[in-house]
């Protein structure tokens, strides 16, 4: 392991009924910098955090956090699943979700301290939700729901976080904010590792990139990285006709994300 | 003295799978506890089978153990196998239920009060033929009382213990297992209350309606509430108002009592759902929840 290495990933492979989603991906990611995993649809980027997670289990190759298993490191590594992967109606208010950041397996049969109250207050502070603190959560706009999923990974007080899509159906100003909140994180020696898809705004973004199509293409610095070869592997005919309508967009000013309406 | 026991017996019967239920329909498994209730039926009827006429708390349990069983095959068949998960329902439950009725039609001729009818309706208005008498006098009730209060402790504690466990299950399995929490064993843990409360259930609302019981107070629950706790005692209020409304609709038209409780309990569902929808249309704003 070289030094300030956080997350070692070894000839992965996961597949999906007889597929393969991950292909032999093989890296090792730096510590204290905002890492951004980009890749095509269905290119196996949430396949890859929910293996380095724990919730699939790989066909071959393994993971290593901070040098040790998963398990012995759980305490030090926070999950932002996508936020459509929730059911937003259930019956529960921002406090009560974020306060899931405390759950811990030891801890649940007993009642939430005070502790546990004042970290999971302190958090929703950070995401600017604490006027929203006792809403029910299926009342909150797109971004507002994001920082709710981003206050609970705070509220586990970890070292490394790993974030599906956080930046997805949110706002421009929920979007910087989250920025925002990313970068004093790393200022304290966090790793985020974050799922995007907007190649526009990656090496304005992240420090460090892991460009995957199922096989890892390319990871290293933006510059390394985001290369006309690199991308043409990773996403083959597909990226011209991005371009194109990045391109138009950028033109005609057409709003591309839901408007965050603060019900 | 008889009315007061079928209402304060099936209450519980109501408390319990409402609780239970609440669980399920959060976690998109109401089809689950169906399958349950069904699939516990060979278990049940070999436990009335092995004590003759009486059942004992120790074959309870183990008729729970087959509702258990069923879960681990939709699990195995769904993950394993591939099996899209409506469909591994269908095929477990369909067949341990099926498995139940050849026994009840092979083993039980005449030996033991167990039929049909009683899968289907439970026998509700009959639980008071078997009493708990002391000294052969002082009388404290019918014996499915008990067995229900029993339940409702397991139930109850279980709840209140693991409340954290539960809920966190039922909102984000996959973060609960990122925060190394075992939700295999929270899972089987939640499976194993249900299929508790379906074998108990069997003698006072029979092994069908009890899905009425599980499903239909919390769905009504969760249109009115927007927390958890008051979701779970909605749940069991309306449970308990669909018995008592239920008893005496059945006893003014002579019909079945379990049959008119569960279609009270419909009906209250879609009351609420159209006094909602009604005050949604007359305010502009959103509805004022509880």
């Known amino acids: 392991m070289k030094d300030n290495c956080v997350i070692e990933v070894h000839n992965l492979t996961t597949a999906y009924g007889g597929a393969p989603v991950l292909w032999d991906v093989d890296?090792?990611?730096?510590?204290?910098?905002?890492?951004?995993?980009?890749?095509?649809?269905?290119?196996?980027?949430?396949?890859?955090?929910?293996?380095?997670?724990?919730?699939?289990?790989?066909?071959?190759?393994?993971?290593?956090?901070?040098?040790?298993?998963?398990?012995?490191?759980?305490?030090?590594?926070?999950?932002v699943p996508q936020r459509e992967s929730v059911d937003w109606d259930f019956p529960a208010s921002v406090f009560d979700v974020v306060m899931m950041g405390r759950y811990r397996s030891k801890n649940l049969f007993k009642r939430s301290n005070k502790t546990d109250v004042a970290i999971v207050n302190e958090s929703i502070e950070k995401v600017g939700l604490t006027e929203f603190k006792s809403r029910q959560i299926s009342q909150l706009s797109g971004g507002q729901q994001?920082?709710?999923?981003?206050?609970?990974?705070l509220a586990q007080k970890a070292d490394i976080y790993l974030m599906d899509e956080p930046f997805v159906g949110v706002d421009a100003a929920t979007e910087n904010s989250i920025l925002k909140l990313l970068k004093e994180m790393k200022e304290t020696g966090k790793t985020v590792l974050i799922i995007h898809h907007d190649l526009q705004t990656v090496s304005d973004y992240f420090d460090y990139l892991v460009l995957l199509n199922t096989r890892l293409i390319a990871k290293g610095t933006p510059q390394e990285v985001l290369t006309e070869e690199n991308l043409t592997n990773a996403y083959g005919g597909q990226l011209t006709l991005l371009a194109k309508v990045a391109n138009l967009i950028k033109v005609n000013q057409f709003p591309i994300r839901e408007k965050d309406v603060d019900l | 003295m008889n009315e007061f026991w079928i209402i304060f017996t099936a209450s519980i019967v109501a408390i319990n799978a409402a609780l239970l239920g609440a669980f399920l329909l959060l976690r998109k498994?109401?089809?689950?506890?169906?399958?349950?209730?069904?699939?516990?039926?060979?278990?049940?009827?070999?436990?009335?089978?092995?004590?003759?006429?009486?059942?004992?708390?120790?074959l309870l349990l183990g008729a729970t153990l087959t509702g258990v069983i069923a879960a681990i095959i939709i699990d195995f068949l769904s993950r394993k196998v591939r099996i899209h998960g409506d469909a591994s329902i269908g095929i477990t439950y369909t067949l341990l239920f099926a498995l139940g009725m050849i026994m009840i039609s092979t083993w039980m001729k005449g030996n033991v009060d167990i039929d049909m009818e009683c899968v289907l309706y439970g026998d509700i208005a009959l639980?008071?033929?078997?009493?708990?008498?002391?000294?052969?006098?002082?009388?404290?009730?019918?014996?499915?009382?008990?067995?229900?209060?029993?339940?409702?402790?397991?139930?109850?504690?279980?709840?209140?213990?693991?409340?954290?466990?539960?809920?966190?299950?039922?909102?984000?399995?996959?973060?609960?297992?990122?925060?190394?929490?075992?939700?295999?064993?929270?899972?089987?843990?939640?499976?194993?209350?249900?299929?508790?409360?379906?074998?108990?259930?069997?003698?006072?609302?029979?092994?069908?309606?009890?899905?009425?019981?599980?499903?239909?107070?919390?769905?009504?629950?969760q249109l009115i509430t927007l927390k958890l706790k008051r979701m779970l005692f909605w749940s069991a209020a309306f449970g308990v108002l669909a018995v008592i409304i239920g008893y005496y609709v059945a006893i003014w038209l002579n019909v079945s009592i379990t049959g008119a409780m569960v279609s009270v309990s419909g009906c209250l569902f879609f009351i609420i759902l159209l006094v909602q929808r009604l005050i949604k249309k007359l305010t502009i704003l959103p509805s004022p929840k509880l």
């Open chain 2, 127 to 221: 639980i008071n033929l078997d009493k708990i008498m002391v000294d052969e006098t002082l009388y404290l009730g019918p014996r499915a009382f008990y067995v229900e209060i029993v339940a409702f402790f397991i139930i109850g504690s279980s709840l209140f213990f693991g409340y954290k466990g539960f809920k966190i299950l039922a909102f984000n399995e996959d973060y609960a297992k990122s925060l190394g929490i075992n939700t295999t064993y929270w899972h089987y843990a939640l499976m194993t209350l249900v299929s508790l409360t379906t074998v108990v259930a069997f003698e006072v609302v029979g092994a069908v309606l009890v899905v009425g019981f599980l499903i239909i107070p919390p769905a009504t629950a």
């Open chain 1, 146 to 153: 994001q920082r709710v999923f981003i206050a609970r990974a």
């Open chain 1, 27 to 79: 890296f090792e990611l730096p510590g204290g910098q905002i890492i951004g995993v980009i890749g095509p649809n269905g290119s196996g980027k949430t396949t890859l955090l929910k293996t380095i997670m724990g919730l699939l289990e790989p066909s071959s190759g393994y993971v290593k956090i901070l040098d040790k298993d998963l398990d012995k490191v759980r305490e030090k590594i926070a999950y």
């Open chain 2, 29 to 58: 498994m109401a089809m689950v506890g169906d399958a349950i209730s069904h699939a516990v039926l060979p278990g049940i009827v070999v436990a009335y089978y092995l004590s003759g006429d009486k059942t004992s708390v120790l």
